[in-house]
């Protein structure tokens, strides 16, 4: 079959209508994986599925040379509210594609998968080829990439699909999420007894606004710490001996999520307990050949406030994708069919001679 760039454009502008259509939300990706695995069989391709994820692997693949992996994810958040039209009709209104998911990261998943069809279809790569669309992103779920990281073999590149506007984020911030609790102690509140352990939170508080992380990253910025949630006391006339809060931290390559909650440890009096530690800051070098590639051909290079799946794969890789990250988890979310073409292409160039060896 001739598949000519105007095909794979309107192929994946088809594929991500489709998507839409089918409710992905985290955890619940089975209807749409099941899906994008009939689509890949049409085609011709024999797909691999662990759950709900699901990726291939080029059809000239030869051991020995690097492997370069497309990846993106098929889950989303749960519509926000604020909707005009239902989240799961997509809406197609010069050249605009509104509906649940277009943005981010319906958008990558079918650009990516179009470009791995283009060089599928070649004879001769100077890499192998990877594409895989991926659950959990959302939640940062034990279920989603990382269950797959054995089954997909040792990566040399990857280009995570997120919606940069094709530009490259050459880093991004990982995350530590931390359970913290001020522990006072009970008494009436109309007579001066008992510790409050909401005063004691905020001492806490306090500490974290004034508080600097020493250590700048020149891409990423410091490291940056929210408040997020608090919570305390039963009853209006009793001093709460518990507050409860939750910090947001999004670090830097500076330091391991590790080295931060040790820090924060010791300047809290509250206590703390790390949710997990493993969406550690993530990027690519300066130097690396698709990182010039993407200069010469006019992309913008940045650091990304945002964590994605780069902070669970343990090899090189940049995020890279159509559409743009402030439409993401917001009512009539939308993609323009320009942005997947123009995605389209740029992922083409970018890997278009690509030497790893």
Not at 95 to 123: E, I, P
Not at 128 to 136: M, Q
């Amino acid at each position: 079959m001739n598949l000519s760039i105007e095909k794979l454009h309107s192929d994946a502008y088809r594929l991500l209508q489709d998507m839409i259509g089918i409710p992905s939300l985290s955890r619940d990706e089975d209807a749409v994986a099941t899906f994008l695995e009939n689509q890949v069989k049409e085609w011709g391709f024999s797909p691999f599925r662990q759950g709900n994820n699901l990726w291939l692997k080029n059809r000239n693949w030869q051991d020995g040379k690097p492997v370069v992996l497309f990846n993106s994810h098929i889950d989303t958040v749960k519509p926000a509210n604020g909707w005009t039209n239902d989240p799961f009709t997509p809406v197609v209104q010069n050249g605009k594609l509104t509906g649940l998911g277009s943005n981010d990261a319906g958008a990558s998943v079918v650009a990516q998968l179009a470009a791995f069809r283009y060089f599928d279809k070649l004879s001769e790569l100077p890499f192998n080829l990877i594409w895989s669309a991926t659950a959990e992103e959302e939640i940062s779920g034990t279920n989603g990439v990382a269950s797959i990281l054995e089954g997909l073999g040792p990566i040399d590149l990857g280009l995570v699909g997120e919606p940069t506007g094709m530009n490259l984020a050459i880093a991004e911030k990982g995350l530590l999420v931390i359970d913290a609790e001020a522990v006072g102690k009970t008494g009436h509140a109309a007579r001066n007894e008992g510790v409050n352990a909401i005063y004691k939170a905020l001492d806490d508080i306090q500490h974290l606004l004034d508080f600097k992380f020493p250590e700048e990253s020149p891409v990423l910025g410091p490291v940056k710490t929210t408040v997020t949630q608090i919570e305390a006391g039963h009853q209006h006339n009793v001093v709460p001996d518990s507050c409860k809060f939750v910090i947001d931290v999004r670090t830097n390559e500076c330091y391991s999520n590790e080295e931060v909650f040790d820090m924060l440890s010791g300047l809290l009096e509250s206590n703390l307990k790390a949710r997990s530690y493993r969406l550690n800051s993530s990027g690519i070098p300066l130097d690396h050949p698709l990182v010039k590639r993407g200069v010469e051909l006019g992309l913008e290079t940045y650091g990304s406030p945002t964590t994605s799946d780069q902070a669970v794969i343990p090899y090189t890789t940049v995020k890279v994708g159509p559409g743009d990250s402030a439409r993401s988890h917001t009512p009539d979310e939308y993609i323009l069919e320009e942005e997947i073409r123009n995605g389209i292409d740029i992922y083409i160039r970018l890997l278009e001679d690509l030497k790893l060896m």
